[in-house]
């Protein structure tokens, strides 16, 4: 008995443990994060794009002028 619940506690330690973190797999690959904050900063954007391959935007409310909403997530 005590050796079937050493193995099912040896178990659960082994299926508990976190994986080791991945790697980046392509270290080339710039990316860069910006805050719009809500507002309107595609200008501020637009001068992120030469140095960036992946822009990444959080609380992005409004559409840069003469955008066409082609479709929503709503």
């Known amino acids: ?3 079937t619940l050493a193995g099912l506690l040896g178990s659960l330690i082994t299926l508990l443990t ?3 973190a991945m790697a980046l797999t392509d270290p080339q690959l710039r990316a860069v994060t910006f805050n719009m904050q ?3 900063k595609w200008g501020e954007v637009k ?5 960036a391959d992946v822009i990444v935007m959080q609380e992005a409310t409004t559409a840069p002028d003469g955008a ?3 479709g929503s997530t709503r």
């Open 1 to 3: 008995m005590a050796a």
């Open 68 to 70: 066409q909403l082609l």
């Open 38 to 40: 809500g507002g309107n």
């Open 18 to 20: 976190p994986a080791p």
């Open 47 to 51: 001068a992120l794009m030469p140095n």
